[in-house]
């Protein structure tokens, strides 16, 4: 299997209000295709150490790889570059931008990448819609769609670019049961059919014990997986 | 094809139309009140060159005479040092104003390459009497040609041609203020009577009017020998020579160099017009001071509202940030947006000033003795338009510079995590 996700030793501390090492020689490999989730009770670290490996957060020691390429170290720019190409993210709070449309949303980064025309990535874009069943909702603003379904525009707008990773951090936390086993059945969809590499950070046993393996921490350390 | 960062721009643009019109209506106003007041203040500052200055020359050499007792000839002959010469009561001389050998002067000066045109002046107070009424004027005897390219006077006739001066003898061209008091029109007798009593019969040829009370209410011309007969003078006594230079900028310096080289006192036109050159200066500095507060102003409108759109879109900006996009980027997003809001703004501003200007410009000018202009002196010139152009993208510019660098700098991580 091909590794597309390692990392070596992360540490990271926080500095306020008092110092706090939140992270402690976090080291682990994520192979192409797994459908991850990182449990712990709040606190634990998960969230920063997902931030750290989505490159938002540079602000560590140690090594990440993604893809074979070492991104630790790379400049704000090139790591930007990095996310539009490599990594999807799917948030608690939907995030999508209220002014858009569902199907400009799902545009945004694929025009940010450059690599297809505008009239090709809306068509790209139509079909990730349509593959989430969204397509019906494709011209609306963003701002009236309901919780279920901006989650799956957001799940679409992840997709776009065909990424490395998705990134999840509590996707179904903020979705009643119906919505969050729809957005679940769609991520282990991907998982499956696609090949697509997932994590998610996630407190909802019930999900976690549903994905492929779970990684479980501790006081910043790793006790599990 | 448009980038997308010029895309997110757009949209957050019209999402929000109402905060947006605002803004702009804030540079709008700022631009057109400059507009105005430029156009308005220039207007009058050009109004006042062409007229106040124009009746004047570049350069005007005359005979300054002063009663200065402050050295006598004796000091010449004796040793001041150890002789101290004191005179009682001295008298002065009865000198004559002329300027000597004036033809020697006038053909020198026809032949320096920065001057195109002289015109020798023989000036002196006259009572115009026509009838009961008399009134105290100057008169000036010219070679009307020659002071026509110094003055403009060929367009500023009334009634009547300048020519007519040289056809007709014993003519004379009367300020139009000054043939209304005397109530005379065109064909009509005069009588010129001067301080030492010799009077002289002329017939109105022509008036013209400078637009300028002090001059259309006192002046007449004739031709130059006429004042050397009326006051009995040889055909070489003119008491002025007026100059006029290919570029009137240089005056000063020219002036300076005409008096050290002909002996004479040489006044350049802004010297003469000192009065109406400080106006001038203290018009433009106001005009300058009130238009860039506006435009601060409106630069600060602007620059709150960035400010409070880019806190409304903190979780906007982190989003962006998270799919790729560089704080280059959104720098870009929300300058590009200030910038939209300073172009629109101002091309509004340059039609609202315009439309302003226009009004001003058709408003009648009250009515009064010393201007005679019928409304407001109002100028269109392209490069104030082109300034205000400028001025209003570059404010909007700088305005939305300092929030656009602070939303490039939100730290997604901490917006996320909430």
């Not at chain 1, 209000?17 to 797994?34: A, C």
């Not at chain 1, 609306?140 to 379904?149: D, T, W």
């Amino acid at each position: 299997m091909e590794t597309v996700l390692k990392t070596i030793k992360l540490n990271k501390s926080f500095y306020e209000p008092e110092e706090f090492r939140v992270l402690k020689d976090v080291s682990f490999e994520i192979e192409k295709g797994e459908f991850v989730s990182i449990v712990g009770k709040s606190g634990c670290g998960k969230s920063t150490l997902l931030y750290l490996i989505s490159t938002l957060d540079t602000d560590y020691t140690g090594e990440i790889f993604i893809n074979q390429k070492k991104v630790t170290g790379l400049s704000q720019n090139e790591l930007a570059r990095f996310r539009n190409e490599h990594i999807g993210f799917v948030f608690q709070f939907h995030f999508l931008l209220p002014e858009f449309t569902a199907l400009q949303n799902v545009m945004i980064p694929s025009q940010k990448l450059g690599k297809y025309s505008k009239s090709e990535s809306e068509d790209r874009a139509y079909e990730k819609l349509k593959w989430l069943d969204m397509q019906n909702f494709a011209s609306k603003l963003s701002s009236k769609l309901s919780g279920g379904q901006q989650q799956r525009v957001a799940i679409a707008r992840a997709l776009i670019n065909d990424p490395t990773i998705i990134m999840g951090d509590e996707p179904t936390g903020n979705l009643d049961s119906t919505n969050s086993e729809i957005v679940f059945d769609i991520l282990k969809d991907l998982a499956r059919t696609k090949g697509q590499t997932i994590i998610t950070v996630t407190h909802d046993p019930e999900f976690a014990q549903k994905t492929d393996r779970i990684i479980e921490m501790k006081d910043g350390e790793i006790v599990k997986g | 094809m448009l980038s997308v960062n010029f895309e997110i721009a757009k949209t957050h643009l019209l999402a929000k139309p109402k905060q947006t019109l605002i803004a702009m209506l804030g540079v709008t106003f700022g631009i057109g009140m400059y507009i105005l007041m430029i156009s308005f203040m220039q207007g009058f500052n050009e109004f006042l060159q062409d007229t106040l200055l124009s009746s004047t020359p570049d350069v005007r050499l005359y005979n300054d005479i002063k009663t200065d007792f402050t050295h006598s000839i004796l000091d010449e002959i004796s040793d001041t040092s150890k002789v101290l010469n004191v005179v009682h009561h001295p008298k002065p001389k009865d000198i004559t104003p002329n300027i000597k050998s004036s033809a020697l002067i006038i053909g020198d000066l026809k032949k320096d390459d920065r001057v195109i045109a002289v015109s020798p002046i023989l000036s002196t107070q006259v009572f115009y009497v026509s009838g009961p009424v008399q009134i105290n004027g100057t008169l000036s005897g010219v070679n009307i040609l020659e002071e026509s390219q110094l003055t403009g006077l060929n367009s500023k006739m009334k009634t009547g041609k300048i020519e007519n001066l040289l056809t007709i003898d014993n003519g004379i061209l009367m300020g139009h203020g000054l043939a209304n008091k005397l109530n005379v029109r065109v064909g009509d007798i005069v009588t010129l009577a001067t301080p030492t009593g010799n009077s002289m019969r002329f017939r109105i040829v022509g008036t013209f009017q400078f637009g300028v009370g002090s001059l259309d209410n006192i002046k007449c011309y004739v031709n130059l020998s006429k004042v050397q007969q009326l006051l009995g003078k040889d055909n070489q006594y003119v008491t002025d020579i007026g100059i006029k230079l290919k570029d009137y900028d240089l005056a000063t310096d020219i002036s300076k160099e005409f008096a050290g080289r002909y002996g004479y006192k040489a006044d350049d036109w802004k010297t003469t017009n000192a009065s109406a050159m400080v106006s001038i200066l203290i018009r433009n500095v106001m005009t300058f001071v009130v238009s860039f507060t506006l435009l601060v102003v409106a630069g600060f409108g602007i620059y709150n509202i960035m400010s409070m759109t880019i806190q409304n879109k903190l979780k906007d900006i982190a989003i962006l940030k998270a799919q790729g996009f560089s704080s280059s980027d959104v720098r870009q997003i929300f300058l590009t947006q200030s910038v939209t809001i300073g172009v629109f703004g101002a091309l509004t501003g340059l039609l609202l000033g315009f439309i302003m200007s226009s009004g001003v410009y058709n408003l009648p000018f009250p009515k009064n003795d010393f201007i005679s202009i019928t409304h407001f002196p109002v100028v269109f010139h392209t490069k104030h338009y082109l300034f205000g152009m400028g001025f209003g993208v570059i404010t909007t510019f700088i305005a939305g510079l300092m929030p656009s660098i602070k939303a490039g700098k939100i730290d997604p991580v901490a917006i996320l995590r909430g």
